[in-house]
């Protein structure tokens, strides 16, 4: 008895051919049993249910058991060992591209971690973009600060504000455990801390009650104080801390991540205390000491807010312009533009080092491009040859990635600390950036399997293999390394102007002399409460430092040049002026005698204040050069008399030399100086010593000195005056870092990238250059057309990148300090710096082609 | 697929050819299942899982000339190898060693 017809058909069509013949022996075999135990119909039922699915579940199970799982697992190790040993082969370039992409990853992760900490991330307030914070501009200079007056003014009259709010950072002595140091403390009014939206931990904010001249003394501490200083204890509010020898009584504390206003390497806040104005504060409108920050009413932009203040301080200041800005912009502002430039230096070296390594791996299709025809001959799909290829990039890219996480974590440090980057809480290599950085390795390995890829399909494999001049790949390798150089110009051209520009700025006449000389502040407590106290202490200091031996001068000042914010200013008069005229924008500066030989400021005219100089005596002014002319003209102003606001007259007894003070590049405005003695309230000196050698044992001494007069007072900030000066370099040179180590990185690719290209070029034409060395071609000559192209492709390079490298001039022209952006010596060292790169990069190819040995060239191409 | 453990299916399947004398092809294997099983079994299985075995190597097979009354088909002969035996048995003593002292407890219930 035979299968019926059906059945044999079904199985014919659905059994894979090996197992037809069997299989239908089987179904016979079994169908004629059923038949004779079971009868005919319920035999053709079993039959009807067992020969339909049998062909396609026996595929079925092959399929899942043997093909793709197991089988696609092994052909993924071996061919990963087989990818890691050609890589092996080739331990130069493969360590050239892991180094290059590695760093380009690393940099730019690095940037982008501090970007997104400074830039991107919204500032930790509530409403953040709805604060905004005060600017004047007074006498064509910009100020952040205000007066009390301005502030209750403003309060009062202001519809555009919701909130309005002043601060302003001081700093006090804390010892309560055994630790005397100098905390930052902020001195604020009552509404500051609810209009930031300061999360309250424990206790209250400060009130109005507070704010008040003769309140209680009380503070709001932060958290982080309160745990570090305070051990955290549970009891703290109510509790009594001295804060600069005062008993100030807890009442609140600010939870953590709430820190406002920290730049650079300065303490956290460790708490706010209340302005309590006292009585001649609320008098005197010249008083510009108090930062503003307000929130805008709902629905208002900052130009509105700022058009209303304008006119309601314009009735008290004509001179006075005021403005609000966005409070983001006033707490980052600074550091935006070194950011971004950074940030497209580093979008530039990253595309650069991607096109290197895409050219590197390019270069190796070529070797592997018999192995992939054989591969393609034997049946391999474009799917698996995409994945042979990939694996290359992959493991490039991974170890890469590996390098870039190391190089980020490094540069990151750099950045915060060369850059003062005003949040460094949050910067930091967080996940995001981690995230980043593979990103960045996972697109450019996809980018760089595609590279070779795009060529596969161009050409059958089988020629490619065969080809000998790829004339076209050539070509686009050319361009790539001629982009390289550009790219490498353009770069070095912003480093060389930075460098240029630091230079300058650090031989800058300051008008003082900074090296021999160090300062320290100090800070008389309350207890100091009488002026014959006050003055009677700085002149035992400044007396005891300066007879020391071997000290060339001390002094002190109220404001040290450099040494940060809290500028006074304002209008002098000379005595025979109009009662309506004067001169806008002067700065006071008090000063005990000594100082500008302390600091080495020169004395034009006249005298030095003296120690006779004091309270009871006429007063006296020293002022600088600028004001000097500006008041004088050219007639000597010694023995002339100024004044003040609408205050007594000085008599001026010397002209010094303007002091730089802000930054070295930007000029001294006018400034007036007085006597300490005459000065009633100048409780907060800054006091310099110079020393031959400066240095630590100027420090040791200058503490030992303090100590002896007062063992409770710290020298605050006592570091060398170039210290202060350097400092305010500090974005110059982080940008000329940056942006060295940047073109650094940028002639190892664009050498990476010419010897790419001479390499292939001479190899790709042994054949002709043996034919003319046997045709009589001298070697020497041979190596100079090499070099000759090598140099071709920088001059092309360089002349491509003088356009992009105007524009990219421009763009850092701001932190340059008045150095011309456009410096064609500049130039001309960057180009002659790409053209000797480009010969030490064609010099190993330009060897190997002037040793050509005809004879094995030409036996090895009859083979 | 580890080639560690035997699984049920299989573990019958080798049994059934053991069970025809040591070899045998797929329609009396089939059958000698039936039998002892109890239930009807889908010779597509037992294909799968000769095929399993095999590729396993707990099985070999040869094909041999069509005996009398086979309307000439060569068969496909499948017998255990020594490696197949091992695991059988060893699969026998898992199975036993699991057994051990629930006899009486499934009497019982």
């Known amino acids: ?140 200079s910009e100020q952040r600060v205000f007066s009390a007056p301005d502030f209750l003014d403003l309060e009062r009259e202001s519809t555009t504000l919701s909130g309005i709010a002043t601060y302003s950072l001081q700093s006090a002595t804390f010892s309560d455990d055994g630790r005397p140091t100098r905390v930052p403390l902020m001195k604020v009014s009552a509404g500051f801390l609810p209009l930031v939206g300061a999360p309250l931990l424990r206790g209250r904010l400060l009130t109005p ?14 958290e982080a104080f309160w745990t570090t200083r305070l051990g955290r204890a549970d009891d703290v509010i109510g509790r009594t801390v001295a804060l600069g020898e005062v008993p100030h009584t807890v009442v609140g504390v600010v939870g953590a991540g709430f820190d406002f206003f920290r730049t ?243 031989r800058a006449d300051l008008g003082f002399d900074p090296r021999d000389a160090i300062a320290f502040r100090v800070s008389l407590p309350d207890r100091y409460d009488a002026e014959a106290k006050i003055t009677g202490f700085f002149h035992s200091l400044v007396e005891s430092l300066a007879r020391e031996p071997g000290t060339i001068a001390a002094g002190a000042i109220d404001l040290l040049p450099f040494g940060g914010h809290g500028d006074v200013s304002g209008r002098v008069q000379r005595d025979d002026m109009a009662s309506d005229e004067w001169i806008e924008g002067v700065s006071y500066r008090v000063v005990t005698p000594g100082f500008f030989g302390a600091i080495g400021a020169e004395l034009l005219r006249g005298r030095d204040l003296a120690w006779t100089d004091r309270s009871g005596t006429e007063p006296v002014a020293v002022i600088g050069r600028l004001l000097a002319v500006q008041l004088f003209g050219q007639t000597d102003p010694v023995g002339r008399s100024v004044r003040i606001g609408g205050g007594d007259p000085l008599r001026i007894v010397g002209v010094v030399g303007d002091l730089r003070g802000e930054h070295p590049g930007r000029p001294a405005g006018p400034v007036l100086y007085r006597a300490h003695a005459q000065r009633e309230d100048e409780s907060v000196m800054s006091v310099v010593v110079r020393r031959p050698g400066g240095g630590r044992a100027a420090a040791a001494l200058a503490e030992r000195r303090l100590a002896e007069l007062d063992p409770t007072l710290p020298a605050d900030e006592l570091a060398p005056m170039a210290g202060l000066v350097g400092d305010a370099l500090v974005e ?70 003088v356009v992009p490298a105007l524009v990219g001039a421009r763009a850092i022209a701001g932190a340059l300090y008045g150095a011309s952006p456009y410096d064609p010596a500049v130039g001309l060292a960057a180009g002659v710096l790409i053209g000797l790169v480009a010969i030490a990069a064609t010099a190993v190819p330009g060897r190997r082609a002037a040793r050509v040995d005809p004879a094995a060239t030409l036996r090895r191409d009859r083979v | 697929m580890t080639t560690k453990n035997l699984g049920g299916f299989e573990h019958q399947v080798l049994l059934a050819v053991l069970r025809l004398g040591g070899a045998a092809h797929s329609a009396p294997i089939v059958l000698e299942m039936e039998d002892r099983g109890r239930q009807s079994v889908s010779p597509a299985a037992v294909y799968i899982a000769l095929r399993r075995l095999e590729r396993r190597g707990l099985v070999t097979s040869h094909s041999r000339p069509p005996e009398e009354g086979e309307r000439g088909r060569p068969r496909r002969v499948f017998a255990p190898t020594p490696r197949g035996l091992r695991l059988l048995k060893q699969s026998r003593e898992t199975l036993l060693r699991y057994w051990q002292g629930l006899e009486p407890d499934l009497e019982r219930s």
């Not at chain 1, 010419?754 to 054949?767: D, H, K, L, Q």
Request: charge should be positive.
């Open chain 1, 209 to 222: 009650e507070d704010d008040r001249a003769g309140a209680p003394k009380v503070v709001v501490v932060a």
């Open chain 1, 732 to 801: 110059t040179r982080f940008l000329a870092t940056v942006f060295a180590v940047f073109s650094g990185l940028a002639l190892l690719v664009a050498i990476a990238g010419i010897y790419g290209v001479m390499a292939s070029f001479v190899s790709s034409r042994t054949r002709e250059i043996g034919i003319r060395v046997a045709l009589g071609a001298e070697p020497r000559s041979l190596f100079r057309q090499v070099l000759g192209r090598g140099a071709l492709i920088a001059a092309a390079g360089i002349l491509a990148g």
């Open chain 1, 264 to 506: 650079g390497a300065a303490d956290p806040v460790a708490g706010w205390v209340p302005n309590a104005f006292p009585p001649w504060r609320l008098r005197v409108r010249n008083a510009f000491s108090y930062e503003l920050v307000a929130r805008l009413a709902e629905g208002i932009d900052p130009a509105r807010a700022s058009a209303e203040t304008a006119a309601v301080l314009g009735r008290v200041h004509p001179e006075l312009t005021a403005s609000w800005i966005p409070l983001e912009e006033h707490l980052i502002g600074t550091a935006r533009r070194p950011l971004s430039l950074v940030m497209g230096a580093v979008a530039l070296l990253f595309g650069l080092t991607l096109a290197n390594v895409v050219g590197l791996l390019h270069a190796r299709l070529d070797e592997r491009a018999e192995e992939l025809a054989a591969r393609s001959a034997l049946g391999a799909s474009r799917g698996r040859l995409a994945l042979l290829l990939g694996l290359d990039a992959g493991i490039v890219t991974g170890l890469a990635g590996l390098v870039g996480l190391g190089v980020a974590a490094l540069a990151l440090r750099g950045i915060v600390a060369a850059g003062r980057l005003p949040r460094p809480v949050d910067v930091q290599i967080d996940t995001a950036a981690l995230l980043w950085v593979l990103a960045v390795s996972g697109g450019s390995a996809l980018l760089l399997s595609l590279a070779p890829l795009g060529r596969l399909g161009r050409t059958p494999l089988l020629e490619r293999s065969r080809e000998r001049e790829p004339r076209r790949r050539d070509r686009a390798r050319r361009a790539m390394a001629t982009l390289q150089c550009a790219l490498g110009f353009v770069v070095l051209v912003g480093a060389g102007l930075l460098g240029r520009a630091l230079a300058t700025l650090e």
């Open chain 1, 1 to 140: 008895m035979s299968l019926p017809r059906w059945a044999a058909w079904i199985l014919r069509r659905t059994v894979a051919a090996d197992i037809e013949a069997e299989a239908l022996a089987d179904f016979e075999e079994l169908f004629r049993e059923r038949v004779e135990r079971l009868g005919r119909a319920r035999a053709l039922g079993w039959l009807a249910a067992n020969v339909a699915g049998f062909g396609l579940r026996v595929r079925w199970a092959d399929w899942r058991d043997g093909r793709p799982g197991r089988r696609a697992r092994l052909d993924l190790a071996s061919d990963l060992r087989a990818a890691t040993r050609g890589l092996a082969r080739r331990p130069g370039m493969v360590t050239l591209a892991v180094l290059t992409l590695g760093i380009g990853i690393g940099a730019t992760t690095a940037v982008f971690s501090a970007v997104r900490g400074v830039l991107l991330r919204p500032l930790p307030f509530n409403d953040a973009d709805r604060l905004v914070a005060g600017r004047a501009v007074l006498g064509g």
